[in-house]
């Protein structure tokens, strides 16, 4: 069976094309989220199909019209090559979920989204899948009643009927650290011991490519040569962003600093008066310690991506090393125009014992497994590596 014959048999749904590329963009843009701290709008343009490019070489976007034509639901799903357990295999995404809230749309979604994971193995485009797996941001109840998740809305009628839904099953809780501003002088140490924290150069390529291949191997879901198709694909990447840690037995710890905004865009359109009055009393200074955006302004924010340590590592000398290697980019950073640098600080992880001195704003998200219907969830498996391979800047 094709992908497109499975969609068909929903009513007015169908695999979008780059000729819908405007009114996608037009229906995703439509309602900003809101956060404890700022009212934020994701954006896409001029190409919603670009993200998806730099995600993986696979992927594909379903969306639902109404009567007239307008795009009441859209979600996309992305293929990669991963590992497991040590075996390579075929990992997919399920993301930029919208559904208008209408419940025939969302009942609608509901089933193509269940029907979607049941059959994918006998799907042409999808059958080599093994894994799948998708975020949420905690507290978003309306994206969990979508995706048949939110169990605390649910009535004995409901539960029957999503006992056919597939489960979320939480294998990676994170924070979403934004970091604002570094406070002068405080928390910063030395990594110390037989540490070096180096900035990359291109003779290092090689060296940092078998490292982070070495480490996904090992790790839930890992990425398969997916450091070598970045370098290819992600516009402005370099292995000179990278900043790395290493001693006598090797390189133990890297991230790059990289931004998607050619790609998506994040619009402000509230931001709390203390720190906008903060970021406007800045800018009457020669150096701004901080840069806060103005309502409606778009975020310039680097991700910190590749973010990935040795299995071999404590966590007292993980977070050292992390710390390390962020003052290293702050160093080299000073005057960068940039509002905040966001960093994927997994529950497992812990880095925030090392941010001591960093102004920082939080979002809590989780990644999820999405198990078909019938099959037992793998939580422990999944989640006994550590935290799953992801990079919050495809998202």
């Not at 399920?94 to 994971?117: I, K, M, Q, Y």
């Not at 800045?282 to 310039?300: C, F, K, M, T």
């Amino acid at each position: 069976m094709r992908l497109a014959e499975l969609v068909a048999r929903y009513p007015n749904t169908r695999l979008a094309t780059p000729a819908d590329n405007t009114r996608i963009l037009d229906f995703f843009e439509r309602t900003p989220m809101h956060t404890s701290a700022f009212d934020v709008q994701y954006t896409r343009r001029p190409d919603f199909f670009k993200l998806l490019r730099y995600q993986s070489d696979r992927a594909f976007v379903i969306l639902t019209e109404d009567d007239a034509g307008r795009v009441r639901s859209l979600a996309t799903a992305s293929l990669r090559p991963g590992w497991v357990s040590g075996h390579p295999t075929t990992i997919g995404y399920f993301g930029d979920l919208r559904v208008r809230p209408d419940r025939v749309f969302s009942n609608a979604w509901r089933r193509l989204f269940a029907d979607l994971v049941t059959r994918a193995s006998d799907i042409e485009e999808l059958a080599d899948c093994t894994h799948w797996f998708t975020t949420v941001i905690d507290g978003n109840r309306a994206a969990l009643a979508a995706l048949g998740n939110d169990h605390r809305s649910a009535r004995t009628a409901q539960s029957a009927r999503r006992s056919l839904q597939p489960s979320l099953v939480p294998i990676g809780p994170f924070t979403m650290r934004n970091l604002i501003m570094r406070l002068p002088l405080v928390g910063r140490s030395r990594v110390g011991g037989a540490w070096e924290v180096c900035d990359a150069r291109t003779a290092d390529g090689p060296a940092l490519t078998a490292f982070f291949e070495e480490e996904n191997r090992l790790v839930p879901l890992g990425f398969r040569g997916e450091l070598a198709r970045r370098m290819l694909c992600w516009d402005d990447l370099s292995i000179r962003d990278f900043v790395y840690a290493a001693d006598d037995r090797g390189i133990a710890a890297c991230m790059a600093p990289w931004s998607p905004s050619a790609a998506k865009q994040t619009i402000v359109s509230r931001v709390p008066t203390a720190l906008r009055l903060l970021g406007r009393g800045a800018r009457a200074l020669p150096s701004p310690p901080v840069r806060v955006p103005e309502p409606g302004e778009p975020l310039r924010m680097p991700y910190l991506t590749h973010l990935t340590f040795a299995s071999r590592l404590t966590p007292d000398v993980r977070a050292r090393v992390f710390r390390g290697m962020l003052d290293r980019l702050f160093d080299r950073w000073r005057g960068a125009d940039w509002h905040c640098i966001a960093v994927c600080d997994f529950d497992a992880w812990g880095l925030g014992r090392a941010l001591r001195g960093f102004v920082q704003q939080t979002v809590p998200i989780t990644v999820y497994a999405v198990v078909p219907p019938g099959r037992a969830p793998e939580a422990g498996a999944m989640t006994s590596a550590g935290p799953p391979a992801f990079e919050m800047a495809m998202v």
